[in-house]
């Protein structure tokens, strides 16, 4: 919950935002875009983008011998439990 959008938590607004990154050979996230969220004006797509310091891909599920050579897409949804 410390992610979700403040105005779109207040008028509990749901939405959902596609990122892609690069992994790292690390297996962190980098250079991060947001492809689409919806609905626009909520800023979903700067909390998913906030997030990706977070995320850690198993580099033995991807192989990867130059740093950043992999592209993920990361779908995310953000949903208030009621």
Known sequence: MRFYPKG???KGVTGRTTLQCRVATTGAMTGCDVLNESPTG???GDAALAMTPLFRVNQAQIPCPLDGCAI???P???AIAR
């Open 8 to 10: 779109a938590l207040r």
């Open 42 to 44: 909520f800023g979903f």
């Open 72 to 74: 993920v897409r990361i």
């Open 76 to 78: 995310i949804v953000f």
